[in-house]
Every structure is written in C-alpha cells, then in structure tokens.
C-alpha cells in the first residue's frame, strides 16, 4: 500500500533527537512559553524574513488572533468585511467569523486554487476593510497583482500560510508592507509538522506583534495584568522543541516534494485526468506542493480505481464552505467555479519520504486508467 501520508515514517528519523529533547524540558522544569518556544519563534522569524513570529495553539487561532490584534488596535472594527476566496478549507471564514468580522466569499482561478485577483474589486464595499489570502495546497497566491489592489483601497492583507511553509518568497508575500501579516499552522500533515497542534503568526507590525503576545495568553503582558479580552492559545514548549528540530530541513524536505511533483507533471498522461497549473517566480517555484491536486469528472470512479491499486488518495475538500451546513444562510448561493473544484479535486500521495519506484507506479496505474 502506498499511503497518501506516511507521518511515522516522516518523524522516524527525528525519534532521538526528540527522545532527547523530552528529556531537556522535563529536565528544565518551565513547560509553557519557555526558552524553546523563544528560540522557536525567533529561528521561525528569520526563516521568513520576518521581525517577529508568535506562537500560538494552532494555525486556526493564529489568523483569529491576527483579526482580533488589528481590532484591538483599531484598524478593524466588529462587522467589517473581509474578503476570501470561496474554495478554502472552512477555517479560514471561521477565523472571520470568531473575530466577529464579515466574510465576502470571492471565486479562485480554476487553473491555480487560488484567488482570482481579477475578481476582487467588483467585491470590495465601503465595509470592506481587509483580504485575506489563502495559498492553497501550498501555491502562493497572485500577491503582486493583490497587494496592488489592497494599496489602492487602503485594505489590510492577512495571509493564511497553514499550508505553505517554505515557499520561494512566502516570507516576501507575507511581509510585502506593513499592511501585511501571515498565519501558519504547524498540524502533523503540515510541510513543517509539529507531533500535535501549533501555529504561529509571522508578521513586520511591531504592535500587532505585542498585541497577540498579549491575547494568545489571557491579554495578559504581565502576570495577573489584563489589558485586553484574551485568550489561552500558547504554542506548546515541547512542540517547539520539536518544531526547532525540524525547520533545518524544511527547505530539503520541500525541495523533495517538487521533485515528485515535477514528476507527477511531466509523466502523467491521461485525458481524463486535469493537472495542476504551477505559477513561477523567475526561475524558482513559489509552489512546495503540501498537496498534489488531480481533477477528474468521475473522481469517485478513479479514487475506487486508485485504492483497489493499493494507492491511498485524499479529497481536500468535498463539501466548498457555502455549502457546509454550518453556514446554512449560504446554501442557496452559486459559486460555480469553486463548486466544480471541490466535486473534481483528488489528492494524490507525495512526501519527503516517498520513494521514485512509488511515484512511479503512481504514474504507472495512473496512465492505465
């Protein structure tokens, strides 16, 4: 069987070193917001390019934060709208919601996932105070033709990074202006993927920086001194001792899963299989491929084909936001783009630790069908 996400054999060869590490908390005594997680977000900060990263609980609280911070400091106010694109992972317009901020669902380029930029300013109101990006499946989104738009109508750019950690230039998308911050998500399937949950919020603004600080541990700066309503979401010191000791090969890791995809992109040959459209940035992919979408129109046909071959695949995500239950107002609603997305996409496997004899008996019963 060749599993879609192989996570014990990913984490195998860090065992001992996190043996280790286990060992060097206990031993040090101090188990929430120690030296690991400081050592954690000042290495994360310059992996990204970035003046500051706060760690939070996980990738979702991270984005809440971020809305939640730029309210705190006034440059956002409750029922403000936000505009997203209408094919992300339901968490994103959750993390608008929690704010108690207005989403305003916008339709993604069918070629690429993401946001069509083209599309964003018919949307934009006088209530519309921010966008928030997604880069889905680990594609960075079209950042120079967005910030274009949001620097011409004053509007904030959050980032939902949770699937794009170590992207050529995801730290350049994520800290273009001061106007700019990005949330990560460091959930074990993640490229950069903790043994439980974690997030982080990577940003330049100085005082957004100080506010979450404060929010993600109770709007407390000093111990039993609230200034804000906050929360409890404190990245784990001993997920970022872990965390520490994967992010060196983070670049390695990805530079892997583009082999396989440039694989996947060149040897499969099938008409009733749509590969992925992969943006460039001059000579370097800005795509490290946390998914390798497919799109079929008989997709239940060919995951059917695909496991009866022993090959594992995922679908990310069958059900687009609007028409989830939770958001029953928006049921009736038409997306069309985004509906065809989620009723064709299938994910197929790819790892760091995929070998090429499976990539290519992925191609192989691929190409066969």
């Known amino acids: 069987m060749i599993k879609f996400l192989d996570l014990k054999k990913i984490n195998e060869p860090y065992e001992t070193a ?4 286990l060992k060097s908390v206990l031993a040090g005594g101090w188990y929430i917001l120690g030296k690991e997680v400081q050592k954690f977000e000042i290495n994360f900060a310059q992996y990204c390019g970035a003046k500051y990263c706060v760690g939070v609980g ?3 609280d991270a984005l809440t934060l971020i809305f939640k911070g730029y309210i705190q400091l006034g440059k956002l106010q409750k029922g403000d ?16 919601l929690q704010a108690d ?5 916008v339709e993604p380029k069918l070629e690429t996932y993401n946001i069509n930029p083209s599309l964003i300013q018919d949307k934009i109101a006088t209530k519309t105070k921010a966008i928030l990006i997604v880069h889905l499946y680990g594609q960075l989104a079209e950042m120079d033709e967005i910030n274009k738009i949001a620097i011409k109508n004053n509007l904030l750019i959050i980032e939902d990074a949770a699937q794009c950690s170590g992207s050529i230039s995801n730290q350049k998308s994520a800290i273009k202006n001061q106007q700019s911050s990005a949330a990560y998500s460091f959930y074990p399937a993640k490229n950069l993927g903790a043994l439980g949950d ?3 919020v990577v940003t330049n603004d100085t005082e957004l920086a100080k506010t979450i600080q404060s929010l993600r541990n109770y709007g407390s700066e000093t111990k039993y001194k609230n200034d804000f309503i906050g929360v409890n979401s404190r990245l784990d010191e001993l997920q970022a001792a872990f965390l520490n000791l994967k992010l060196p090969n983070l670049n390695t890791d990805n530079e892997k899963r583009r082999a396989i995809a440039r694989r996947y992109l060149s040897e499969i040959k099938n008409d009733k299989i749509i590969l992925p459209t992969v943006s460039l940035r001059g000579t370097k992919q800005s795509h490290v491929f946390h998914l390798f979408i497919i799109r079929t129109q008989k997709r239940e046909d060919l995951q059917n084909y695909l496991a009866e071959n022993n090959i594992e695949t995922v679908i990310h995500y069958p059900i687009p936001p609007h ?3 939770a958001f029953e107002s928006w049921n009736n609603l038409s997306f069309p783009i985004t509906e065809k997305i989620h009723n064709e996409v299938l994910s197929l496997p790819i790892s760091p630790v995929m ?8 191609v192989e ?5």
């Open 365 to 369: 019963i691929l190409n066969k069908y």
């Open 101 to 105: 901020l207005v989403p305003v669902l």
């Open 58 to 60: 996980n990738g979702l």
């Open 81 to 96: 709208e936000v505009i997203v694109p209408a094919n992300t992972y339901i968490a994103s317009i959750l993390a608008i």
């Open 198 to 200: 974690g997030g982080a």
């Open 355 to 362: 070998t090429m004899d499976e990539v290519s008996f992925v």
């Open 18 to 21: 996190f043996q280790e590490k």
């Open 323 to 325: 028409k989830q239950k």
